[in-house]
């Protein structure tokens, strides 16, 4: 069955560091990949999105996720962190292979900025 | 502004009760979803509809139904025959199945 593993339930880091969020998937082909944030109480917002061509992908807000097939991985990254920057973020993968088979979201992590 | 609007933010309800949740978008997407958020559980799918007049279950359809006779609307409803209503409920929409969705700000649906 197809799996989204975010490993990180909650990662705390000050502000102004660099920022890591990792997500893996399970899937036989080149799914179609995606970053969501969430604040509290609130809807999700997409961050950047991977179908195909340059494996490093650029979004809004400083986000870059970069895919790495041989990994089975689409880690999320941004330079330094803003405090503002602290909420929930999902990794979500759609399997891409013709027809629809339902997007898959992560459980999420938890990003706290610290001053 | 284009958007999806859901109504009530807050919703409370006696246990044995219907309740319907709205879901308005004015994006001109044709397919439409309903999401169930607890906490460390991510998204689960409840229905997703492609297009008027058409829709499917999702992971966890038991105890919702939902129509979809316009575009621009999909409403939830959560019946008394759900177990465990009481959850953080997201509607969605996308261009096409497959596609990158759009959120609502959600409802937060609590049974007593």
């Known amino acids: 069955a197809q799996s989204v593993t975010q490993p990180d339930i909650h990662i705390t880091v000050s502000e102004g560091a660099s920022l890591e969020l990792r997500c893996n998937y399970s899937?036989?082909?080149?799914?179609?990949l995606f970053w969501y944030v969430q604040s509290p109480g609130q809807g999700l917002q997409l961050l950047l999105k991977?179908?195909?061509?340059?494996?490093l992908v650029q979004g809004i807000k400083g986000f870059e996720a970069e895919f790495k097939r041989s990994q089975s991985s689409f880690n999320l990254r941004k330079p330094s962190v803003h405090w503002s920057d602290a909420a929930e973020y999902f990794c979500?993968?759609?399997?891409?292979?013709?027809?629809?088979?339902?997007?898959?979201f992560g459980t999420g992590t938890k990003l706290q900025v610290i001053p | 502004d284009g958007g999806i609007t859901q109504s009530p933010k807050y919703l409370f309800r006696k246990e044995g009760q219907n309740v319907t949740l709205s879901c308005e978008q004015n994006?001109?997407?044709?397919?439409m979803y309903w999401y169930r958020q607890d906490p460390g559980q991510g998204l689960r799918l409840i229905y997703y509809?492609?297009?008027?007049?058409?829709?499917q279950k999702g992971d966890i359809a038991e105890g919702y139904s939902v129509s979809r006779e316009k575009k621009e609307s999909f409403p939830l409803t959560v019946t008394s025959a759900q177990k465990n209503p009481t959850a953080f409920y997201l509607c969605?929409?996308?261009?096409?199945?497959?596609?990158?969705?759009?959120f609502g700000p959600g409802t937060r649906l609590t049974v007593t």
């Open positions: 899937y036989g082909a080149t799914p179609y």
């Open positions: 969605a929409s996308s261009i096409a199945l497959a596609y990158e969705q759009y």
């Open positions: 991977y179908f195909s061509g340059d494996t």
């Open positions: 509809s492609q297009i008027v007049n058409d829709f």
């Open positions: 994006l001109n997407h044709d397919a």
């Open positions: 979500a993968v759609d399997p891409g292979s013709g027809g629809y088979q339902k997007v898959t």
